[in-house]
């Protein structure tokens, strides 16, 4: 099959971009599509495989601009030629599934999330902007909207990256989908011999990821916290951290895998989609105190209904009160968490399922397509059954 994968962009190489690389091995001869991209944001799996971007990447310093000309994002994508192709996989979370078509193709949208910054975000990023930039962004907004729910309907069938996902895809886009994970490798885990005396967070350094409040509950509890990661909040958080706070800045992946196995837990305090990072934590067998809302609940297990025992504890809000609360919870329990088996548990997560139910459900859209075209079962459809 001729076949295609399309991004917004490539600024930073997160989670959505790990997805991007996962797809891009598993359809080597792919074409990928982003509107604009830097080199450092390509994805690791995808450095070296030719990229087109849109007519936006021509535009200077479009990589900081983008938001003024967010407008320009409905051109941009349409503009993109995808005649001929059998697949097209959207990767999806500002609107990359508005690309156009052709009537003979298959066009899945892996959904990582609604654009929050035009959807349930709205509210936050408008505050953000000075008073006379407001009316621009509403505008833009509510053009945006419209647009990505038009979208939505071009799609043939949408893929959520979690069941909390699939929820926001039926509530905004009205649109049923199906659950598969995005692919975390797990298998790197391994369970360390001894624990430190420190706490862990990693992530970007952007106000939605609340770092905030994991600092200042260390600085009350007097407890140590290492921050893995850079971002526009460092020098915001760096005035606020006592004492007993480290950031250790871009972290190489060896020494973070040293971090996350000898940590007493990972603190994580986001509304995340899904939430690659406690998955992470937890394959080298470390809980996870987390938020309970959002993608945690589905990765962090606790007081599960059929007595599987916890991966980790939630806190109920994302105040430093509750923060501190979910950490003295923790503390009064942390001998009854079981390495092994929060280490078999991130395996549901693995690379290699993701893998397995990505083409399981490709094969089973294009054997459909085939038996629809000819009355009789092709080797797609086939290839279902052998992966099934």
């Known amino acids: 099959m001729r076949i295609a994968i399309v991004s917004p962009w490539y600024i930073t190489d997160g989670g959505a971009e790990k997805v991007d690389g996962i797809l891009g091995e598993m359809y080597p001869n792919a074409d990928i599509f982003t509107l604009f991209f830097k080199d450092q944001g390509i994805p690791e799996k995808l450095r070296g495989r030719a990229i087109q971007g849109s007519f936006l990447h021509s535009i200077p310093g479009i990589h900081r601009l983008y938001r003024p000309l967010l407008s320009l994002v409905p051109y941009g994508l349409e503009s993109f030629d995808l005649r001929g192709y059998d697949l097209v996989i959207t990767s999806d979370w500002a609107c990359a599934k508005g690309v156009l078509t052709d009537t003979h193709t298959q066009h899945i949208c892996y959904c990582h999330s609604p654009m929050r910054l035009i959807w349930d975000l709205y509210q936050t990023y408008l505050q953000d902007l000075p008073a006379w930039q ?3 962004y509403a505008l833009t907004a509510r053009q945006l909207r419209q647009y990505d729910f038009e979208a939505s309907q071009r799609v043939d069938s949408f893929i959520a990256n979690s069941n909390y996902i699939a929820q926001r895809i039926r509530h905004y886009y009205k649109r049923d989908s199906t659950v598969i994970y995005p692919p975390v490798e797990t ?3 391994y369970i360390a ?3 430190g005396d420190y706490y862990l967070a990693v992530g970007r350094l952007n106000r939605t990821k609340r770092l905030d409040l994991l600092v200042l509950a260390c600085n009350s509890l007097k407890r140590r916290l290492l921050i893995s990661g850079w ?5 915001y958080l760096k005035s606020i951290a006592g004492p007993t706070i480290e950031f250790l800045g871009r972290v190489p992946d060896g020494e973070l895998d040293e971090r996350y196995a000898h940590c007493r837990a990972l603190l994580f305090a986001a509304d995340e989609d899904f939430g690659i990072v406690p998955v992470e934590a937890q394959s080298f067998g470390r809980p996870v105190i987390a938020y309970g809302y959002g993608g945690s609940l589905e990765t962090v297990r606790v007081s599960d209904p059929s007595g599987q025992p916890d991966t980790g504890v939630y806190f109920a809000e994302q105040t430093v009160e509750s923060v501190i609360e979910g950490i003295q919870q923790f503390e009064s329990r942390e001998d009854s968490f079981i390495p092994k088996v929060i280490r078999d548990r ?3 997560f693995d690379t290699s399922v993701f893998i397995d139910k990505m083409h399981v459900f490709v094969g089973r859209l294009a054997g459909q397509t085939c038996r629809d075209a000819s009355g009789e079962e092709s ?3 086939q ?3 052998d992966h099934s």
């Open 134 to 136: 407001r009316p621009l």
């Open 231 to 235: 971002g526009p909040a460092e020098k």
């Open 379 to 381: 080797e797609a459809a």
């Open 193 to 195: 011999s001894d624990i």
């Open 383 to 385: 290839f279902v059954g």
């Open 187 to 189: 298998s790197r885990g």
């Open 346 to 348: 991130s395996r549901m």
